[in-house]
């Protein structure tokens, strides 16, 4: 659209002439303050410019930021990434030059959108998410985005969306109710990472992560400082027993001392939760990410250690066995990914029991028809909702939808390799799901998700809601 086809379309000659009356008629002491307010609300906001860049994630990997230019101003987003991909998640598009970047700069994908993103959107409105995401899509043309490069959409549309919010004049987290038609929120229970293993740390720790769940706190307030105690009363018991150096942190801020035991690593966090006194209000989770020590149908608990005995190589049953015990033994009430990917037969058998949440990240990669596929074969119970790996604002509540539907439990998640946009914290209250993991309370890229919650809980002062023992239900 041209300068001259905008100004037509949004009659701005007559509404520049209606502003400068009533500044008359105000008697203002600031007349051209006056006209650009006035003007602001008398015209539509619509996106401008979009203008995007290589920037670095938390793990020093390239990513791709976009401002998104609108008359109400500029909106920053940016896109993460993990450390565990799968071939039934959206694609991101990076450009494979092993001397730039070891093959991971995204120059690709930044073009992709200022010059091809950019020419499409330019003159959308931006409070028409669903519209925004389908052009882009639509100019994509491939089902998992690998054209245009997943990062590169999602990116432009977490950016559409707040400047979605700003034209309404709304917080996001309102502006995302809205989009899914919900009119109250919850401020979700915090999935804390205490201990990290797996792909995410460099300790012999089979399993990704020991987190916990303050479900006994009052109020989002509440569970975190619960959730910072235990992590320092975790801290203080780690080096007591294997020294400072065991309190180094793994990717997502976990603590990450050098066991290989998982029940050396819920031994550690159920005395830290005892000395915060806290007990009962605080129960346990873990995401196993089986799929990263399955070897055929075996799962190689010894994968990590340099000193293999064999004797932690398990069958499905054996692993079935060995979750009933540890939910016997600890209060664990979740479990994410606890076989591998393709182990529907066992993850079913598991979820049957009905002993915790079990919970589908690689299993489900957030993609509908792997969603579909366990509701109709009652294979788990809850969708970890991880908004790379399906590329949309609109996809994303779309699959949310979708499990909420089935009385499903929606843990909407961070990624290993993160950036400071504390987007995810608007979605899960925006989404009322209940449930967010978004690391430990260290390292900034994982507080800012945190503190924006403490934000949006201030903000709705006596109508905030805390999810609490209601973490599953919300």
């Known amino acids: 659209m041209s300068v001259q086809e905008y100004l037509d379309k949004h009659m701005l000659s007559r509404k520049i002439e209606d502003a400068v009356n009533a500044a008359v008629r105000a008697k203002t002491s600031d007349p051209v303050l006056f006209?650009?307010?006035?003007?602001?609300?008398?015209?539509?906001?619509?996106?401008?410019?979009?203008?995007?860049?290589?920037?670095?994630?938390?793990?020093?990997?390239p990513t791709v930021e976009v401002d998104l230019h609108t008359n109400k101003g500029v909106f920053r987003a940016s896109s993460p990434s993990g450390a565990s991909t799968g071939m039934y998640e959206a694609i991101e598009?990076?450009?494979?030059?092993?001397?730039?970047?070891?093959?991971?700069?995204?120059?690709?994908?930044v073009k992709n959108?200022?010059?091809?993103?950019?020419?499409?959107?330019?003159?959308?409105?931006?409070?028409?998410?669903?519209?925004?995401?389908?052009?882009?899509?639509?100019?994509?043309?491939?089902?998992?985005?690998?054209?245009?490069?997943?990062?590169?959409i999602l990116a432009v549309s977490i950016a559409a969306c707040k400047a979605g919010a700003?034209?309404?004049?709304?917080?996001?987290?309102?502006?995302?109710?809205?989009?899914?038609?919900?009119?109250?929120f919850m401020l979700?229970?915090?999935?804390?990472?205490?201990?990290?293993?797996?792909?995410?740390a460099g300790n012999n720790l089979a399993i990704q992560d020991i987190m916990i769940l303050p479900v006994g706190a009052k109020k989002l307030e509440e569970a975190m400082q619960m959730g910072s105690e235990t992590y320092h009363h975790l801290k203080a018991v780690i080096t007591e027993k294997y020294g400072a150096h065991g309190c180094n942190v793994g990717e997502d801020g976990g603590l990450a001392p050098n066991i290989s035991n998982i029940k050396e690593g819920l031994d550690l966090v159920k005395e830290a939760i005892s000395r915060t006194g806290y007990n009962e209000k605080i129960k346990i989770a873990l995401d196993v990410s089986?799929?990263?020590?399955?070897?055929?149908?075996?799962?190689?608990l010894d994968q990590k250690y340099p000193q293999k005995s064999g004797q932690n190589f398990k069958s499905g049953e054996d692993m079935i066995e060995m979750y009933k015990g540890l939910c016997t033994d600890y209060p664990i009430v979740s479990i994410e990914d606890p076989f591998d990917k393709e182990d529907w037969e066992h993850v079913k058998i598991f979820s049957d029991l009905e002993i915790c949440q079990v919970v589908g990240d690689q299993l489900l990669m957030s993609n509908p028809k792997r969603i579909e596929r366990a509701i109709r074969e009652s294979s788990c119970n809850a969708l970890l909702l991880k908004v790379n790996q399906i590329g949309t604002v609109t996809e994303a509540i779309e699959v949310v939808k979708l499990?909420?539907?089935?009385?499903?439990?929606?843990?909407?998640?961070?990624?290993?390799?993160?950036?400071?946009?504390?987007?995810?914290?608007?979605l899960a209250v925006g989404l009322s799901t209940g449930q967010i993991k978004a690391g430990a309370p260290c390292r900034g890229e994982r507080v800012s998700k945190y503190n924006q919650l403490l934000r949006i809980e201030e903000e709705l002062g006596d109508q905030a809601v805390y999810a609490g023992n209601d973490w599953r239900s919300s």
């Open 35 to 61: 006209i650009s307010n006035h003007m602001r609300k008398a015209v539509p906001s619509v996106i401008t410019k979009l203008k995007a860049r290589q920037v670095l994630d938390s793990r020093g990997i």
């Open 93 to 109: 598009l990076r450009d494979g030059e092993k001397g730039i970047y070891l093959g991971k700069s995204v120059k690709r994908a």
């Open 113 to 152: 959108i200022n010059e091809k993103i950019s020419e499409a959107l330019i003159g959308m409105d931006p409070t028409l998410q669903s519209q925004i995401d389908q052009a882009m899509m639509d100019l994509d043309k491939t089902e998992k985005k690998g054209d245009l490069g997943a990062n590169a």
């Open 166 to 184: 700003a034209e309404k004049e709304v917080p996001l987290y309102k502006h995302i109710a809205d989009l899914c038609g919900r009119t109250k």
């Open 188 to 200: 979700p229970v915090p999935s804390l990472s205490m201990i990290s293993g797996g792909k995410h």
């Open 290 to 300: 089986a799929t990263d020590f399955c070897i055929g149908t075996k799962y190689d």
């Open 403 to 426: 499990a909420k539907d089935e009385q499903w439990g929606v843990v909407v998640s961070h990624r290993s390799g993160e950036t400071e946009d504390s987007f995810i914290a608007d």
